[in-house]
């Protein structure tokens, strides 16, 4: 009887130790594929809260900074939160000014013409009666109304909001674009300046110096409708 007992209790720990030994395969394949879920899940947790998508430029000029910048003071109103949708809309806006600026630019143009084709004859005119001050006023109505136009379209320009991507590296018409507007605007201004300060006694020696300006005015603006064309 002792020795069946033993027989028994022999063959039961050898069935155990190979009922373990043909476990624990199994047990290590489900370790293996319970790490890989615990990877998985934290995989998921962590796209969970993606990068915010780039919606602005890297560079935009302070002036749209201002306006149109993550924190923008547009950006205080819900219609132009900065949400991808939204950004959408703002790029029709973008286009909308964009057409303006060109129209408004084409006219401006025209005004630029007309203002010089006056000056010259102004010029031309004596300083005294009422030939030479019909021509100024006419002169000083068209340049009230370039100055309008111009300034105009600038700032259809400068205000617009920024466009999606950014501007790719080397030479392009908008940067020759821009870098000739950098011209006409200053020589714009001192065009203006210098004509305020024809009206004193000084008005033979500022006159080369005005026309100078004007000149460059006209023909960096025209140059630079040119090349946005092309």
Known sequence: MKTFIMVALLAALFSVESQAQKETPAKQQQAKKDTTATVD??????????????LLPDKIIFTQRIFWGEKGLMRNFNAFELTPEK???????????????????????????????????????TSTGINYESLKHTHEAIAAG?????????????????????????????????????VHF????????LATMMDGPNNAKIRPYHRAAAFTAFGAFAASMIVIKF
């Open 41 to 54: 899940l934290l995989g998921e947790m962590n796209q969970a809260a993606p990068e915010k998508a780039k």
């Open 87 to 125: 950004r959408m809309a703002e790029l029709k806006v973008r286009r909308t000014m964009l057409v303006m600026h060109q129209i408004m630019g084409t006219l401006t143009l025209g005004g630029m013409i007309a203002q010089g084709i006056y000056g010259a004859k102004l010029y031309k005119a």
């Open 146 to 182: 370039v100055n309008i136009g111009y300034f105009s379209t600038a700032a259809l320009s400068l205000f617009a909001p920024p466009k999606m991507l950014n501007e790719r590296k080397g030479y392009s018409s908008i940067k020759l674009h821009r870098g000739l507007a950098i």
């Open 186 to 193: 200053s020589a714009m201004v001192a065009t203006n300046v």
